[in-house]
């Protein structure tokens, strides 16, 4: 059974630049032909995709965060990682991790409890 476990920093002021951390269990993001997504709900509105990583380490971001978004991995700690720059309080959103076999396109069959990050000064 995979988990996925995400982390962040809760509370940010505008223009810091957050990390996220998705810590994943019970399989390899190495693991041909995953891909691990970041997704994110802001406050009463629908899910927005933000970024993924593949399987062999290839990220692509939404072009609309492709300027502040950027995702990493660890693969000693099995876990891949979200920093976006200069947040506003637009940023605020729950995010999510998640996972597909389809470069990021869906559906996801396994997804974080997401965390919540708010910007607020």
């Known amino acids: ?3 996925l476990q995400e982390s962040g920093p809760g509370l940010v002021k505008p223009s810091q630049t957050p990390s996220l951390t998705c810590a994943v269990s019970g399989g390899s993001i190495t693991t041909n032909y995953y891909a691990w997504s970041w997704i ?3 406050p009463g509105k629908g899910l927005v995709w933000i ?3 593949l399987y062999d380490g290839n990220t692509y971001v939404s072009p609309s965060l492709k ?3 950027s995702i990493s991995r660890d693969t000693s700690k099995n876990h891949f990682s979200l920093q976006l720059s200069s947040v506003t309080p637009e940023d605020t959103a729950v995010y999510y991790c998640t996972r597909d076999n389809t470069a990021g396109l ?8 997401g965390t919540l990050v708010t910007v607020s000064s």
Do not use: E, T
Request: glycine share 16%.
């Open 51 to 53: 970024g993924v990583i």
């Open 40 to 42: 994110r709900q802001p």
């Open 106 to 113: 869906g559906p996801y069959d396994y997804w974080g409890q």
């Open 1 to 3: 059974q995979v988990q």
């Open 67 to 69: 300027s502040r978004a």
